[in-house]
């Protein structure tokens, strides 16, 4: 049977602070990433993009796939 490697418990000596930071970054540079992508299908005329009545954004690409894009979320529609 092998063992799972679990990360230290820092909770005690403050580096649990540290790891979220971290974590949030990681989220903030991957997030940047796929706007960039999205951002290069539009320019590219591969994609458009529209805002619903909600406020919410909607992607369509021209292959007909259609994606819901939230703060924290893609979503496929169509």
Same mark, same amino acid.
């Given at each position: 049977?092998?063992?799972? =490697?679990? &990360?230290?418990?820092?909770? +005690?000596? /403050? ?10 970054? #990681?989220?903030?540079? =991957?997030? &940047?990433?796929v706007?960039t +992508?999205i /951002?290069?299908?539009?320019d ?6 529209? #805002?619903t ?10 292959? /007909? ?10 979503? #496929?529609?169509?």
């Amino acid at each position: 049977m092998r063992a799972m =490697a679990r &990360s230290p418990d820092n909770t +005690a000596n /403050g580096n649990s602070q540290t790891r979220d930071s971290s974590r949030h970054k #990681r989220a903030d540079d =991957a997030k &940047s990433l796929v706007m960039t +992508a999205i /951002g290069e299908l539009i320019d590219g005329g591969k994609a458009e993009w529209s #805002r619903t009545t909600t406020g919410e954004i909607e992607l369509h690409l021209l292959t /007909g796939e259609v994606f819901l894009l939230g703060e924290l979320s893609v979503t #496929r529609l169509a």
